[in-house]
């Protein structure tokens, strides 16, 4: 086996699809008391895109931020499902969702 065959083993290995990657879903406060709710693969690297600036538009300059809340869902589909559902939830249904949800890690 050549070392080019090698690498395109490992490749293959690390090649996962939509259906075995856990994607989770995410509720980070602002200093301001807003809520931003978004999905990914990693909360971890996410949030700290978001702490530096990097991530979503609508959080730069808000910060420090806190992430509250995570939750693994399961696919990308199940997660930007789950996620419109709370984007469209008021403030106290949101506050609601994320007490009272059991397999939700609540960091907060």
Excluded: C
């Amino acid at each position: 086996m050549t070392i080019k065959d090698a690498k395109s083993l490992t490749a293959l290995k690390n090649t996962q699809t939509d259906d075995e990657i856990m994607w989770s879903l995410y509720v980070v406060q602002t200093r301001f008391g807003h809520w931003y709710t978004g999905i990914s693969t990693n909360v971890s690297r996410r949030f700290a895109e978001h702490q530096a600036g990097t991530g979503a538009k609508n959080l730069r300059g808000k910060g420090p931020l806190t992430l509250i809340f995570q939750q693994q869902v399961g696919s990308r589909s199940a997660a930007t499902k789950l996620e419109i559902k709370i984007k469209r939830l008021t403030k106290a249904q949101k506050r609601e969702y994320v007490n009272s949800s059991q397999t939700g890690i609540k960091t907060q």
